[in-house]
């Protein structure tokens, strides 16, 4: 199959080496000339070009840019395009997405390959990226059977986990899971930050070992998909944070009003509750 990817980033760049690797033609498209010259180098693509034009003999195209620039990307595509092209994107929002792309092209579905690295650009591009991670497809009463089936046969040649829900179901619960981690995570460095004591907080900046890391770590990445999670997602992550704004309040008045036994079932509860949202990590460890 002929397969297209626009932004040769982490996510595009290890598309394209995967699918190289299924026997797949890869026509990549990137704005710079360098980051072309770069994907063919690396062996992550077979074409490069910086001009969507040259993607109108593709059968299936990845949209790998940034989600604020998704539906433009597709605007500026589609006159290129031969009729019966298949087109997703990789967005970690789906409800505005596919709204505005299903109007702008008849075989468009929506997908979100929940796998990536702190790391940015071609250069982050790597094989295997997508093995044991999920991959959600987001189709729409109006989306084509086709279209789901072929994204879904090549979601599943990169090892990945397939789920299918409607893209409103996606976005609550992607906001619970990933985007409220990143905004709480965000609030405790800054939180820290804002000790006034410089003692206490030079201190504190020196002691920081695993538990600050690993839960500081998300907000601490991009700051700009930072902002288009909660722009493109502000009803679902609203709703999340007020949940968790409630848990938050629970606890405070838990340790305000000296009720530890609640606070110690609270605890207990949560350590059992745990265990459910991370079985996707025991299982790539078992399978590592």
Request: proline content about 3%; aromatic content about 4%; hydrophobic content about 35%.
């Amino acid at each position: 199959m002929k397969i297209g990817i626009i932004g040769l980033g982490l996510i595009g760049g290890s598309l394209g080496l995967d699918l190289r690797k299924c026997g797949h033609i890869i026509y990549g498209v990137s704005r710079k000339e360098s980051t072309c010259r770069r994907a063919l180098e690396k062996g992550v693509v077979n074409h490069a070009n910086i001009n969507l034009s040259s993607l109108s003999t593709v059968d299936f195209i990845f949209i790998c840019t940034p989600i604020g620039l998704i539906s433009q990307t597709l605007k500026q595509l589609t006159p290129h395009l031969n009729s019966e092209a298949i087109i997703t994107d990789v967005g970690s929002v789906k409800t505005s997405i596919v709204k505005e792309c299903e109007l702008l092209w008849p075989n468009f579905v929506g997908g979100h390959p929940m796998a990536g690295t702190a790391e940015q650009g071609i250069e982050a591009a790597q094989e295997n990226l997508f093995k044991n991670a999920p991959y959600v497809i987001t189709p729409t009463e109006k989306t084509s059977k086709n279209s789901i089936n072929i994204l879904e046969k090549l979601a599943q040649s990169l090892g990945s986990i397939v789920h299918t829900c409607s893209p409103e179901i996606h976005d609550q619960s992607v906001a619970w899971i990933s985007h409220l981690p990143v905004i709480i995570s965000a609030s405790l460095i800054a939180a820290c930050s804002e000790e006034k004591e410089k003692n206490i907080l030079k201190l504190a900046q020196k002691l920081a070992s695993s538990g600050f890391r690993d839960t500081s770590r998300v907000g601490g990445g991009n700051p700009e998909l930072g902002v288009m999670m909660a722009k493109y997602n502000q009803t679902a992550l609203l709703h999340a944070l007020q949940g968790y704004r409630e848990q938050l309040d629970e606890i405070t008045e838990y340790i305000k009003t000296e009720q530890w036994d609640s606070l110690e079932k609270l605890l207990m509860i949560t350590q059992k509750e745990r265990s459910p949202f991370i079985q996707l990590e025991k299982s790539s460890e078992n399978n590592s």
